[in-house]
């Protein structure tokens, strides 16, 4: 009966290891290193965390080598779930998997190392940090991914690289901006697959704060849900591209996807149009009506705004 006790407090301190004994490493989290080589043949890592990562509090810098190996990568999801506050990326990293950091709670601030040359923002980047507050996007990047900013509920201000090409859909969704200016260098893009909007649907839906948005974007459409339930958006600037402006958009089962890109917009009073009276009447805004249940969706606030032409304030 003694030896089967023992045996069975082995077992347990096995699966659960308490932490009763030095060198139990219980609920803790590690460093992963996956190495891997380029076209090149050259060795770098993909970075990563596992275990318990919850217990990786405060300020943290993720690595830039190990073992005399450039960390070039973060895996997907690679960091998600700890309860660091600021976050620095080495500029060693030129590429960063899809959520690498969401779901990370108390994180406030992200941190590129100055040189880096990261071209990619990518899709939930860091979906769910509802405490970020200050991310300088770096000038290199051309895309921002879907979602790469979703519920960042503490993020008021975010500037945009000259140099941005798309916006994914719901990128900065549920976020806090006041004010945004998207550069001339947003376009549509055309690829093999399709149509790419130089800004997506919903991008910056239910951004209850924004009062502000110039659009200096090369764009022809503005897509459903874009500018959607921003109730406090006062004045908008448009370029001279733009051919039209989308209402609600549903999928093949009839369900709402996206309201009409500028649907609930109570406070929007002005627009400043870069191009003529000409131009403008020649945009496509769609407008009709559509209910959803005890919603209403619709473009009006577009079609009884005051225009400004030139963009003269």
Not at 97 to 117: H, P, S
Not at 137 to 165: Q, R
Not at 186 to 203: M, P
């Amino acid at each position: 009966m003694k030896k089967f006790t023992v045996i069975l407090i082995a077992l347990i301190m096995s699966l659960f290891c308490l932490p009763l004994f030095a060198g139990c490493s219980a609920f803790s989290f590690s460093e992963d290193f996956e190495l891997k080589y380029d076209e090149e043949d050259n060795p770098y890592y993909v970075y990563s965390l596992s275990g318990w990562t919850n217990k990786l509090v405060g300020e943290y810098t993720i690595p830039s080598d190990h073992d005399g190996v450039p960390v070039t990568e973060i895996a997907t999801q690679g960091l998600i779930m700890t309860r660091i506050t600021r976050l620095t990326i080495p500029n060693t990293v030129t590429k960063i998997g899809n959520a690498a950091f969401a779901y990370n709670y108390a994180l406030e601030e992200i941190v590129f190392e100055e040189g880096t040359e990261i071209e990619e923002i990518p899709q939930g980047f860091c979906g769910y940090d509802r405490a970020l507050k200050s991310i300088e996007i770096p000038a290199t990047v051309k895309t921002i991914g879907a979602m790469a900013f979703l519920y960042c509920e503490e993020l008021e201000s975010a500037t945009l690289p000259e140099g941005l090409v798309t916006i994914g859909s719901r990128a900065f969704n549920y976020t806090a901006l006041k004010e945004i200016t998207i550069p001339a260098s947003v376009r549509d893009v055309e690829t093999e697959e399709g149509r790419i909007c130089g800004i997506g649907y919903g991008a910056f839906h239910t951004c209850e704060k924004l009062t502000v948005a110039t659009i200096n974007a090369q764009i022809a459409e503005i897509p459903s849900g874009a500018f959607g339930y921003c109730p406090a958006l006062e004045k908008i600037y448009l370029p001279s591209t733009l051919k039209k402006i989308h209402g609600a958009l549903f999928d093949e089962e009839g369900k709402l996807v996206y309201g009409h890109a500028f649907h609930y917009n109570s406070s929007l009073k002005d627009i400043y149009f870069a191009g003529t009276a000409e131009q403008w009447n020649a945009v496509a805004v769609e407008n009709e009506p559509a209910e959803v249940q005890t919603a209403k969706y619709d473009n009006s606030a577009i079609v009884n705004a005051t225009l400004h032409y030139g963009n003269a304030q």
